[in-house]
Nanobody
Framework: QVQLAESGGGLVQAGGSLRLSCAASGSIFSVNAMGWYRQAPGKQRELVARIPTGGTINYADSVKGRFTISRDNAKNTVYLQMNNLKPEDTAVYYC?????????????????WGQGTQVTVSS
């Protein structure tokens, strides 16, 4: 089994900062792309940022210049540094990862979600 454990959410005033972390653990051969999504009440889940093992990092237009995604491959961990937070950033933030697992002699890629962490930005 594979688990994604998120931490770092909380309550912050507008203009403040938070740093989210997500560590993947379990039966992992390799971790491929990792990312953060969010879902506000009454809205669909949306991409915030996604970082591949190599290549271009993607950000939602609404967070460009304020949020930074990074990863520590040795720790199978992805981070989201959120600066200049706005009330509209309030949502449950979910970690997502594409993880390769070895089943006998076959390598397969599975997509996993974390449980989510609440971020609340007060005005």
């Amino acid at each position: 089994q594979v688990q994604l454990a998120e931490s770092g959410g909380g309550l912050v005033q507008a203009g403040g900062s938070l740093r989210l972390s997500c560590a993947a653990s379990g039966s992992i051969f390799s971790v491929n792309a990792m990312g953060w999504y969010r879902q506000a009440p009454g809205k669909q889940r949306e991409l915030v940022a996604r970082i591949p093992t190599g290549g271009t990092i993607n950000y939602a237009d609404s967070v460009k210049g304020r949020f930074t995604i990074s990863r520590d491959n040795a720790k199978n961990t992805v981070y989201l540094q959120m600066n200049n937070l706005k009330p509209e950033d309030t949502a449950v933030y979910y970690c997502n990862a594409d993880i390769t697992r070895l089943l006998l002699t076959t390598a397969r890629v599975y997509n996993y979600w974390g449980q989510g962490t609440q971020v609340t930005v007060s005005s």
